[in-house]
């Protein structure tokens, strides 16, 4: 008897709208791709206008009641969304890894970073900071509270499909605003899973809905609705000016996260070998693709050669393959357009004269074959050529000699992003010269450019964002309006400014 042959069944996920999971009838369908095997994880809905504006009016019934509810209580609903993420913390992060390629215990890091961020929202809860000063006035207090600002849309990207969506979920929650969230299209999976676990937990119907489908559709539909008082968007800045440029059209408040070109700066006394770990995580882990990863390292010409020569030797025995397998250094990039992109910038460095030292191509060959692997790749550039200024979003790194602290911090600042930056050196005054002058949100001292923590904020300037921070106190920031009050009980008109 012949075998039927059998093709595994794809898992259908639904949006999840006003406290039901749905698959809206006829709705046309995605799939999701593991990067590194071409696996397909799951089949999405591609939802258009109408199902957003339902996600919408659903958030926006909800809201009332979820501002009333007091916010410690708001809390204590969050610290179990963090309960459940823990308990699932291994499968969460290996469904990071499998559906966007960055190895496992980053896969898990990121489902950690989502957990910190959610326990830390949960004690805001209890805070939710106004300030409280003296009146020029007898008999009278001023203070300030914080109110929500109504219906949010939280739109993320892909490299943290977990903490991402958190950072920007938990912090409207707690704040008491309802959220629309619209998670990159190629990690709807996680997107998806990120929701459960708020499901799981019991957050009543309407105040944390998800849509699935392209930016160009659900994004766009939910920075146009006049419903959604804010948006908070991480990206790339082409489409964050978009974002903004549409936002601004309702006046509503716009929060942008958006790209880096980070530079790590190697002084001639610094530690080697601890720059050496740290350049190689900065610019390599998740492969790459972090805002804050390090595509510039900027090192000073007394120790060029060495420590170039110690960075080219190590990457010999860098292992490139399955993210989920033991062992392996760095994954692939996330997607065909990822990979087509990074290989386009070796080339166009090649092109303007960038010496490649090490990678430059696509990894073929057995399981290779099936997934979009770059090989890590390090450009000995110039400053000024286009891969030491824009940014690549992958495992590419631009490497330049420069005479002295003064050229470092010059060719460290001219650049259009300011996310993070990083030097390496044991001088005091020299560390502390870097703090005042990089010119980004972000500095780190004896340490590589990524791994923020959750309790600080997190932002760049220039064309990283628009001036907001996520995480750390300011998170509340963004996803709050200050009411201002005025309180006179001395029982008689007081005019301020004219007696007192
Ligand atoms: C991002 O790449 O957008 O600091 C976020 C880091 C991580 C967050 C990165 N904690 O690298």
Known sequence: MALAKTVPKVEEYGLFIDGKWESPGGASRFTTRNPATGEVLGSFVSATAKEVDRAVSAAAKAFPKWRETPAPKRGQLLLRVAEIYRERKDELGETVTMEMGKILPEGKGDVQEAIDFIEYMSGEGRRLLGETVPSELRNKYCMTVRQPKGVVAAIT???FPTAIPNWKIAAALISGNTVVFKPASNTSL???KVVKAYEDAGLPPGVLNL??????IVG???IRDPRVKAVSFTGGTDTGKQVYLKGAEHLKYVHLELGG?????????ANLD???DGVLFGAFGSSGQRCTATSRLIIQEGVYDRFLGMLLDRLKSFKVGNPVD???DMGPVASADQEKKVLTYIDVGQKEGAKLRAGGKK???GDYDKGYFVAPTVLEAKHGMRVTKEEIFGPVLSVMKVKDFEEAVRVANDVDYGLSSSIYTKDVNLSFQAMERLEAGITYINAPTIGAEVQLPFGGIKQTGNGGREAGTTAIDEFTEIKTVFVDFSNKLQKAQIEG
């Open 261 to 269: 070109k980070n530079p790590q700066i190697v002084l001639n006394d």
């Open 274 to 276: 601890l720059a050496l």
């Open 326 to 328: 033991r062992g392996v």
């Open 211 to 216: 849509v699935t489908g392209a930016g160009g």
């Open 363 to 365: 990894l073929t060959g």
């Open 157 to 159: 990207p892909w490299n």
């Open 190 to 192: 996680c997107g998806t």
């Open 220 to 222: 766009d539909a939910l």
